[in-house]
């Protein structure tokens, strides 16, 4: 699909601008928090998903949405600025790539790794501790864990660092068998 890779290009694009600036200000932390609070927005509204990818809203009403938001939010100013250039420019539907190039550079000069874990059901404390504990030792830097229920898995882990995948999930070894039952 290239246009997922060209909004991603464009999200990665707005994300370096953003870091190098947050950084020469000083609000890296702060803005990687008002990123964060806009992710959790994006995945628990399917009004906000709409606005920002919906080409029914103009860039101005897109703005305005978007600036409200960073003003109830008390988005630091970088990111309430970054917000409205992307909305300025027609480009917030590459936000969601943008947050998560933001999230790989802001790790990257901190020296963890990003970890996306999915499992069918919401890892322990104890759970999400081994978790962190085994890919510290596989990766050898401290990892940053985002964690993901998806109980279409079924079971097992699926593990995410960059663009690695480690798939231990019954669905997959399922599928895996089912494959190898209509080859035989």
């Given at each position: 699909?290239?246009?997922?890779?060209?909004?991603?290009?464009?999200?990665?694009?707005?994300?370096?601008?953003?870091?190098?600036?947050?950084?020469?200000?000083?609000?890296?932390?702060?803005?990687?928090?008002?990123?964060?609070?806009?992710?959790?927005?994006?995945?628990?509204?399917?009004?906000?998903?709409?606005?920002?990818?919906?080409?029914?809203f103009s860039a101005?009403?897109?703005?305005?949405?978007?600036?409200?938001?960073?003003?109830?939010?008390?988005?630091?100013?970088?990111?309430?600025?970054?917000?409205?250039?992307?909305?300025?420019?027609g480009r917030l539907?590459?936000?969601?790539?943008?947050?998560?190039?933001?999230?790989?550079?802001?790790?990257?000069?901190?020296?963890?790794?990003?970890?996306?874990?999915?499992?069918?059901?919401?890892?322990?404390?104890?759970?999400?501790?081994?978790?962190?504990?085994?890919?510290?030792?596989?990766?050898?830097?401290?990892?940053?864990?985002?964690?993901?229920?998806?109980?279409?898995?079924?079971?097992?882990?699926?593990?995410?660092?960059?663009?690695?995948?480690?798939?231990?999930?019954?669905?997959s070894k399922l599928?895996?068998?089912?494959?190898?039952?209509?080859?035989?």
């Open positions: 699909m290239a246009d997922d890779s060209k909004t991603s290009n464009v999200g990665g694009r707005y994300a370096q601008a953003l870091f190098d600036l947050a950084t020469e200000d000083g609000n890296l932390a702060a803005v990687e928090a008002d990123l964060k609070a806009l992710k959790t927005m994006r995945a628990d509204s399917k009004d906000f998903r709409t606005l920002l990818a919906s080409p029914a101005d009403e897109k703005g305005r949405a978007i600036a409200a938001l960073g003003a109830k939010g008390k988005f630091n100013t970088t990111t309430k600025k970054f917000l409205g250039l992307m909305a300025a420019n539907a590459a936000l969601p790539a943008a947050i998560t190039a933001f999230e790989a550079l802001s790790a990257k000069s901190r020296g963890v790794v990003a970890a996306t874990v999915t499992t069918a059901v919401a890892l322990t404390a104890a759970q999400a501790k081994g978790v962190a504990a085994s890919l510290r030792t596989a990766l050898g830097k401290d990892p940053e864990i985002e964690t993901r229920v998806d109980p279409s898995i079924l079971g097992g882990i699926k593990v995410r660092v960059g663009s690695r995948l480690f798939d231990a999930s019954l669905r599928d895996s068998l089912k494959f190898a039952l209509k080859r035989a």
